[in-house]
């Protein structure tokens, strides 16, 4: 979510009211000044791990 979908305001500016580690990454709470809520999921990126083999 980019914007909150009640009043348009940026997401990024909605107040985190908590955030809890899962096994799919970070579960946010989010409350917008407008009084509208969600729940946003910061999902976990892993990097495959890679060798170098020189020659």
């Known amino acids: 979510m980019e914007?909150?979908?009640a009043c348009g305001r940026a997401a990024?500016?909605?107040a985190i009211e908590?955030?809890?580690s899962t096994s799919e990454g970070i579960v946010r709470?989010?409350?917008c000044a407008?009084?509208?809520r969600?729940?946003?999921l910061a999902?976990?990126?892993v990097a495959e791990?890679?060798?170098l083999r020189g020659g």
Do not use: K, L, M, P
């Open 49 to 51: 791990r890679t060798e």
């Open 18 to 20: 908590s955030a809890h």
């Open 3 to 5: 914007h909150c979908s």
């Open 29 to 31: 709470y989010r409350r």
């Open 38 to 40: 969600w729940i946003e």
């Open 34 to 36: 407008c009084g509208n």
């Open 43 to 45: 999902a976990f990126i």
């Open 12 to 14: 990024t500016r909605a």
